[in-house]
């Protein structure tokens, strides 16, 4: 029966669901708003996320997973819960495989966490797939074969970076500096150099339309709203794309140097491999301009961006189940 394959990747900022032989069909922010009061939900999804920051003392917008980690099991279950719901629109599966994407560097007691909500949502059989192994297989790398690949998945959360052959990891780590860490970046700059206040939803606009990790050719600027510290008013001020280099500078320093720390300890033969082939980056947070270059000229080696990256770890998740299916025949 079609799309009984379903793969989820389980983001800290949104969740992407493909379903086999049709694609990404949902991608939304993980974010639920509930009712504290009758501890009832209010709105999971797209929904939820415009009510961040926005909402009267009853109702709060949270984010059930932190750094790629189920921090509220209970609701992160009952999002799963829709979300496969949504997903599936009309036609009700029967009890579908799920495959689900975690960081690498999770525990076991993560994992087990992630394994039990899924199955509570209803999945009849469920695989947990590491985070660099499902980008890379979404960024069309075939990691059957005896060959070094070297992959940067940066999200929200958390930033996977790993060296990949024979449909395996060699070597990776997982740091916990990713998109959210360049948005919390811009909120403590303007603080600190323009005394305003601005909020994570602004600060993620800034990120998009100007952020920068190496100097662009033109200088761009926007104007940004917020609370001036001092006076306590509202206040509009331009920040230009230099300054948000600065920003974030310390942030994306960090990831290059995880990427550097993974390339000491790679075997010599499957370094070759990745010199010759170059770095790809995937996930949401690869789309701050300039990444790309930043990391070329840390390390030497090509670095290029998957081509849709948002899209790379849900894609490879759902193709991971038709990859192990393909094993057991």
Request: charged share 25%; with cysteine.
């Given at each position: 029966?079609?799309?009984?394959?379903?793969?989820?990747?389980?983001?800290?900022?949104?969740?992407l669901v493909y379903i086999k032989g049709k694609g990404v069909v949902l991608r939304e922010p993980?974010?639920?708003?509930?009712?504290?009061d009758t501890n009832k939900i209010k709105a999971i999804g797209e929904e939820a996320r415009l009510m961040i920051g926005r909402t009267p003392g009853n109702i709060i917008a949270v984010r059930p997973l932190r750094q790629g980690v189920i921090?509220?099991?209970?609701?992160?279950?009952?999002?799963?819960?829709?979300?496969?719901?949504?997903a599936g629109g009309k036609q009700r599966f029967r009890k579908p495989r799920i495959s689900v994407c975690v960081p690498s560097g999770v525990t076991e007691v993560e994992k087990k966490a992630v394994e039990d909500a899924t199955y509570n949502a209803g999945a009849r059989e469920v695989a947990i797939i590491e985070e660099p192994i499902a980008a890379a297989i979404g960024a069309g790398i075939d990691i059957s074969k005896p060959c070094g690949n070297m992959i940067v998945d940066i999200g929200g959360g958390t930033s996977d970076i790993a060296v990949i052959s024979l449909g395996g990891t060699v070597v990776s780590t997982s740091i916990k500096i990713a998109g959210d860490d360049f948005d919390e970046a811009i909120v403590r700059y303007m603080r600190k150099k323009h005394n305003l206040l601005i909020g994570e939803r602004t600060a993620e606009d800034i990120k998009i339309k100007i952020g920068t990790a190496y100097r662009r050719p033109e200088t761009i600027?926007?104007?940004?709203?917020?609370?001036?510290?001092?006076?306590?008013?509202?206040?509009?001020?331009?920040?230009?794309?230099?300054?948000?280099?600065?920003?974030?500078?310390?942030?994306?320093?960090?990831?290059?140097?995880?990427?550097?720390?993974?390339?000491?300890?790679?075997?010599?033969?499957?370094?070759?491999?990745?010199?010759?082939?170059?770095?790809?980056?995937?996930?949401?947070?690869?789309?701050?301009?300039?990444?790309?270059?930043?990391?070329?000229?840390k390390t030497g080696i090509t670095t290029?961006?998957?081509?849709d990256p948002m899209t790379a770890v849900a894609i490879g998740t759902g193709k991971y189940v038709e990859f192990l299916s393909g094993k057991r025949d």
């Amino acid at each position: 029966m079609l799309g009984s394959d379903i793969g989820i990747d389980l983001g800290t900022a949104s969740i992407l669901v493909y379903i086999k032989g049709k694609g990404v069909v949902l991608r939304e922010p993980s974010v639920v708003a509930f009712d504290r009061d009758t501890n009832k939900i209010k709105a999971i999804g797209e929904e939820a996320r415009l009510m961040i920051g926005r909402t009267p003392g009853n109702i709060i917008a949270v984010r059930p997973l932190r750094q790629g980690v189920i921090s509220d099991y209970t609701v992160t279950e009952k999002m799963l819960k829709y979300f496969i719901q949504k997903a599936g629109g009309k036609q009700r599966f029967r009890k579908p495989r799920i495959s689900v994407c975690v960081p690498s560097g999770v525990t076991e007691v993560e994992k087990k966490a992630v394994e039990d909500a899924t199955y509570n949502a209803g999945a009849r059989e469920v695989a947990i797939i590491e985070e660099p192994i499902a980008a890379a297989i979404g960024a069309g790398i075939d990691i059957s074969k005896p060959c070094g690949n070297m992959i940067v998945d940066i999200g929200g959360g958390t930033s996977d970076i790993a060296v990949i052959s024979l449909g395996g990891t060699v070597v990776s780590t997982s740091i916990k500096i990713a998109g959210d860490d360049f948005d919390e970046a811009i909120v403590r700059y303007m603080r600190k150099k323009h005394n305003l206040l601005i909020g994570e939803r602004t600060a993620e606009d800034i990120k998009i339309k100007i952020g920068t990790a190496y100097r662009r050719p033109e200088t761009i600027s926007i104007d940004v709203r917020g609370r001036n510290l001092v006076t306590g008013l509202p206040k509009t001020i331009s920040v230009t794309s230099e300054e948000t280099e600065e920003a974030l500078q310390e942030t994306t320093s960090q990831i290059v140097e995880a990427v550097h720390s993974v390339l000491e300890k790679t075997p010599p033969e499957l370094a070759a491999d990745i010199a010759d082939r170059g770095i790809v980056l995937t996930g949401g947070g690869s789309l701050l301009y300039g990444l790309e270059e930043l990391i070329e000229e840390k390390t030497g080696i090509t670095t290029m961006t998957a081509e849709d990256p948002m899209t790379a770890v849900a894609i490879g998740t759902g193709k991971y189940v038709e990859f192990l299916s393909g094993k057991r025949d």
